[in-house]
Nanobody
Framework: QVQLVESGGGSVQTGGSLRLSCAASGYPYSAYWMAWFRQAPGKEREGVASIYSAGAPYYADSVKGRFTISRDSAKNMLYLQMNSLKPEDTAMYYC????????????????????WGQGTQVTVSS
């Protein structure tokens, strides 16, 4: 059974930093793309960053240069380091696992991910 458990959210001021973590279990972690998505009230869920076991990660244009995604295959962990946070980064952040092993069509599309964590809230105040 796939389990994804996020942690690390919180409230910060503009310009601050947070590090999100996601503990994954129940499947061969290295075989799957992993990603962070976010959803603000009244908005659609959007892909923030995505990473596979090899190759470069993908980022949404809105977070490039500020966020860094990483994974630790030895610990089955996924991370999102968020720096220079802005009020528009306020959202519920979700860890997600790809629908299929060793395959990805669009690394930032929610359609290609089918396992989700419960989410962790990030609030950035001005």
């Amino acid at each position: 059974q796939v389990q994804l458990v996020e942690s690390g959210g919180g409230s910060v001021q503009t310009g601050g930093s947070l590090r999100l973590s996601c503990a994954a279990s129940g499947y061969p972690y290295s075989a799957y793309w992993m990603a962070w998505f976010r959803q603000a009230p009244g908005k659609e869920r959007e892909g923030v960053a995505s990473i596979y076991s090899a190759g470069a990660p993908y980022y949404a244009d809105s977070v490039k240069g500020r966020f860094t995604i990483s994974r630790d295959s030895a610990k089955n962990m996924l991370y999102l380091q968020m720096n220079s946070l802005k009020p528009e980064d306020t959202a519920m952040y979700y860890c997600a696992r790809a629908r299929y092993a060793n395959w990805m069509r669009d690394p930032l599309s929610a359609i290609d991910f089918d396992s989700w964590g419960q989410g962790t809230q990030v609030t950035v105040s001005s």
